[in-house]
C-alpha cells in the first residue's frame, strides 16, 4: 500500500494527490493556521509533511508540522488524518508552543 491508496488498495481520487490544486490548498490552509495560530511571521519557515502507515491500529496517513521561530527552535506536532482532512481545531492553542519546541524524532511519533 502506498501513500495514496485507501484501506480497500484502490488509489486515492485526485484530490489526495500531492501537486494537485486540493492538496496544494490544504498544504497552503495548514501553513496559514499555524502561522496565525503561533504568531509566526511570513518569513518563518513552516514544513508539512504526511506519511502512510499500514500497521494495525494506526491511522492511514499522518500530517507532521514543524515550524521554525525566530530564535531558531523548532516546533513541531502531529495531526492523525491526511492534511485535506485537517482543519483549524487540529491545530495546537498557541499556549502550547513551547511544550511543542523539540526534536521531531521522538520515541512515541
Do not use: Y
Amino acid at each position: 500500500m502506498n501513500l495514496w491508496t485507501n484501506a480497500d488498495g484502490e488509489q486515492a481520487g485526485p484530490a489526495g494527490r500531492p501537486g494537485t490544486a486540493g492538496h496544494l490548498e490544504a498544504v497552503e490552509r495548514v501553513k496559514d493556521w499555524t502561522r496565525v495560530r503561533f504568531g509566526l511571521g511570513e518569513g518563518q519557515t513552516i514544513l508539512l509533511q504526511e506519511s502512510a502507515c499500514n500497521l494495525p491500529g494506526f491511522p492511514l496517513a499522518e500530517t507532521l508540522v514543524a515550524f521554525w521561530t525566530d530564535d531558531g527552535e523548532r516546533h513541531h506536532f502531529k495531526v492523525f488524518k491526511p492534511v485535506e482532512e485537517v482543519s483549524d481545531a487540529d491545530v495546537p492553542p498557541s499556549w502550547m508552543k513551547d511544550a511543542l519546541a523539540g526534536d521531531i524524532a521522538c520515541e512515541c511519533c
